[in-house]
């Protein structure tokens, strides 16, 4: 199923159509994220533009006027055009080691920008492997190849339950694409951990979800549970001002079913505007349906009201009220009345 939503087109979207969308960004992770790890590895061709912007954050932007000394500067991947070549090859390809291994619910192939150089049609195919893909690899079709729409988003959906651990995105005959996300879930492989060693539940690569919040103005729900420390004030999860006791809010599946035994709130870069005070709670369910209020009668205390400072790695231990013989699928970070959280770390034991 393909849906072109590009964003003058986005308010067009009824019923399934914006239904796919929403479930592809409020219950997947971008799998190739190069922040999560992500990474491109080599390519047919990137004469115009390289292969790494495929991952890079946000969609493409275009600068008027600029150029480069092989021709227009484009933010995207872009190979140079295919008639007149001698080596045999139909299409052009790239190449990605996934950030984190998991299942394929859907693409973004977006061609911002490229109105007249985007491909014609695309395909995409994937492989499990632990060393970098070679000839020798075997790869299988997951995205059939299909036309694709120029200066757009073209979001398809996957039906196919295998973990992958790399993609070959394929573009017919040749051309641009701005941007390439790989929404899907982890696979995590719970061997790979120390028994009775502490995890981070709430962590995105271990598969946590940042499911819902009460407000994302300034920057996005999953920066919460990103790797690493927040290297701005744009990477973390800040909501608008508040002109009411708030508070603000934000829900997080955790990875795994598991004991809470250590929390860490981080307001790094936050100064001026970190939340004066906060609450975690916890719940055990089924349901990662929150809408609405739906299951709020089950939360229950895990931290209690406490003071935050500014741009400082808050620890918690002693401050945790369930005992670790509980356990715990969803966890609420409350911030009153609002403000900024660069990461939230939630470790237990699953």
Request: charged content about 25%.
């Amino acid at each position: 199923m393909m849906l072109d939503i590009n964003t003058q087109e986005q308010n067009k979207l009824t019923g399934a159509s914006l239904a796919l969308v929403t479930q592809l960004k409020t219950n997947c992770v971008d799998l190739a994220s190069e922040r999560v790890g992500g990474e491109t590895l080599s390519c047919s061709d990137d004469f115009f533009a390289g292969m790494e912007n495929l991952l890079k954050p946000g969609r493409g932007i275009f600068i008027d006027g600029k150029f480069t000394d092989r021709g227009k500067w484009m933010d995207g991947w872009e190979s140079r055009r295919s008639y007149g070549r001698d080596n045999g090859r139909e299409f052009d390809w790239c190449i990605i080691r996934l950030g984190i291994k998991g299942v394929i619910r859907g693409f973004d192939i977006d061609t911002n920008y490229f109105r007249g150089n985007a491909p014609q049609t695309v395909s995409v195919e994937a492989c499990v492997s632990d060393v970098q893909p070679n000839e020798d690899t075997v790869w299988q079709t997951i995205l059939t190849e299909v036309a694709v729409n120029a200066h757009s988003q073209n979001i398809f959906e996957i039906n196919n339950n295998t973990a992958w651990t790399h993609v070959r995105l394929n573009m017919f005959p040749d051309g641009g694409i701005a941007r390439f996300r790989v929404y899907g879930e982890a696979d995590v492989n719970w061997n790979n951990f120390v028994d009775g060693e502490l995890i981070d539940l709430a962590y995105i690569k271990n598969g946590g979800k940042a499911l819902l919040v009460s407000d994302m103005f300034f920057s996005d729900k999953n920066n919460l549970i990103m790797p690493g420390r927040g290297k701005d004030m744009g990477d973390g999860w800040e909501t608008k001002r508040r002109r009411d006791p708030g508070p603000d809010w934000s829900i997080v599946k955790l990875a795994a079913k598991g004991s809470i035994e250590k929390v860490i709130v981080d307001t790094c870069h936050f100064k001026g505007n970190f939340p004066d005070t906060f609450t975690l709670e916890g719940m055990v369910t089924d349901s990662d349906d929150f809408t609405d209020g739906k299951q709020a009668d089950k939360w229950q205390p895990i931290i209690a009201k406490t003071k935050l400072y500014a741009h400082r790695e808050h620890l918690f231990l002693n401050e945790i009220i369930p005992a670790n013989t509980e356990k715990f699928t969803h966890v609420r970070l409350n911030i009153f009345p609002d403000g900024g959280i660069s990461r939230m770390r939630v470790f237990g034991k699953v």
